[in-house]
C-alpha cells in the first residue's frame, strides 16, 4: 500500500511496481477526484483505490489489512503553509503519520518504510519539525518491536525530488513560458537534486536491506539555486531571460543536510547509500552519566552546501534526462 499514492511519488512508484509481479497494490488517499484521474490513465487490475485520511487510524487499519508491505508517502509538504498551519502540520505528519505506524504493528505488515526529508535535520521550520517528529514516533516503534518482531520499521531522507508538484523547476519553466522573470529567493542557496526515478530506487532499496529503525539516505550532489535557473535557461533556449531576486521565503534554509555530524559519524555506506542504524539505548543512561559514549566520533554533516556541486554541463545533461522537460521543449519547438 501507498499511503498519499497520487502524489507525484504515489504514481512513479506505482508504475515501477506494476512492472514486477506485484499481486496488488492499495493506493490510499483522501482525494477522490485524483484517485478517478489514475484510475482512468492507469487501468490495471492490480491496483485497488481506497479513500481515507491518515488522520484517521480506523480508515487506515481497514486499508491495511493483508497488506505486506506499506509506503507511507502522504504528508504535508509545502513549506511555507505548514509555518502558517503547523498545527495542521502536526495532525497530518505526526499523528496522522504514528496512525499509519500502529495499523502497519495492528495488522502485521512485514515492512514499513516512512518517507521523510532533508528538511527533518536540524529544522528550523515547521515542516522540518513534523517531519523529525514523525522519524523519532517510527524509531520509538522499531526500539519497542525490537529485532524479529512486527514490521521492520524504517525510514528515507531525501532532498528536493526534481519537477514534483510544487517545485521551483515547472514554475522556472512557467515563468519562461509566460514571459515573467525567473523568481529567485537567494541565489547561494544549495539543495539537492534527485530525479524521481532515484527517490524510488531509495524506498525499494530500503525495503530490501532495511533494519529495525534504520534511515536510509542516497548520496548526491547539489547546486545553487542561481545555478539552477541559468541551467533551465540554457536547456529552454533563453541563456539571456531576466532573473528577479525576490528575498527568502517563510521558513526557508541556506542549505539543507541529510544526516546531522553525529549521525554521519555512525553511517555505514553502502554503495550510494548511506545507512544510518537507531540508536537502540534503554532508557536507562545511568553508566553514559560518568563515563560518556566512546564510540561516537567526529563526522562531517553531510548538507548540500558540503557534497559536490554538479557542473553546469552535467546539471544539463541531468535536466534534460526528465521526461516533463523533454515535454516542455517539445511544445516549444525545441526538439
Known amino acids: 500500500m501507498i499511503t498519499g499514492g497520487t502524489g507525484s511519488f504515489g504514481k512513479t512508484m506505482l508504475l515501477r511496481l506494476l512492472k514486477t509481479d506485484v499481486g496488488e497494490v492499495r493506493i490510499f488517499s483522501r ?4 484517485q478517478d484521474a489514475m484510475r482512468h490513465a492507469i487501468r490495471d487490475e492490480r491496483v485497488r483505490y481506497y479513500i481515507g485520511d491518515i488522520r484517521s487510524r480506523d480508515s487506515v487499519v481497514y486499508a491495511t489489512r493483508g497488506v505486506d508491505r506499506i509506503f507511507h508517502a502522504a504528508a504535508l509538504k509545502q513549506v511555507p503553509s505548514c509555518e502558517f498551519f503547523p498545527m495542521e ?13 500502529r495499523a502497519a504493528v495492528t495488522n502485521d505488515v512485514k515492512s514499513l518504510v516512512c518517507l521523510s526529508t532533508d528538511k527533518a535535520v536540524m529544522p528550523v521550520n515547521a515542516m522540518g519539525m513534523s517531519k523529525a517528529l514523525m522519524e523519532k514516533a517510527a524509531q520509538a516503534a522499531a526500539r519497542e ?4 518482531n512486527g514490521p521492520t520499521i524504517s525510514c528515507v531522507r531525501y532532498g528536493n525530488v526534481m519537477y514534483s508538484r510544487g517545485s ?11 514571459g515573467n522573470p525567473i523568481t529567485l529567493t537567494e541565489p547561494t ?6 530525479p524521481l526515478r532515484d ?5 525499494l532499496f530500503a525495503f530490501e536491506h532495511a533494519n529495525q529503525g534504520d534511515i536510509f539516505i542516497r548520496k548526491a550532489a547539489s547546486a545553487t539555486i542561481l545555478d539552477l535557473a541559468q541551467a533551465v535557461k540554457n536547456i529552454m533556449g533563453v541563456p539571456e531571460h531576466p532573473v528577479e531576486i525576490i528575498g527568502w521565503r517563510h521558513g526557508e534554509k541556506l542549505y539543507e543536510s541529510l544526516a546531522s555530524e553525529r549521525e554521519m559519524a555512525v553511517a555505514e555506506e553502502m554503495d550510494d547509500y548511506f545507512r544510518l542504524p537507531l540508536d537502540a539505548r534503554k532508557l536507562n543512561y545511568a553508566k553514559y552519566f560518568s563515563q560518556g559514549n566512546a564510540s561516537v566520533t567526529e563526522a562531517r554533516e553531510y548538507s548540500s552546501h558540503s557534497v ?13 534526462s526528465l521526461d516533463e522537460i523533454q515535454e516542455q521543449r517539445r511544445e516549444m519547438g525545441l526538439t
Do not use: H, Y
Open 189 to 194: 542557496m544549495t539543495r539537492f537534486l534527485m
Open 199 to 203: 527517490s524510488v530506487s531509495l524506498v
Open 89 to 101: 502540520a502536526i495532525q497530518t505528519n505526526v499523528i496522522g503519520s504514528e496512525n499509519v505506524i
Open 31 to 34: 482525494d477522490e477526484e485524483k
Open 145 to 148: 518491536m525490537g529485532s524479529g
Open 168 to 178: 521551483v523547476i515547472p514554475l522556472f519553466i512557467r515563468q519562461i513560458r509566460d
Open 308 to 320: 559536490d556541486r554538479i557542473p553546469m554541463p552535467d546539471l544539463e545533461a541531468l535536466l534534460l
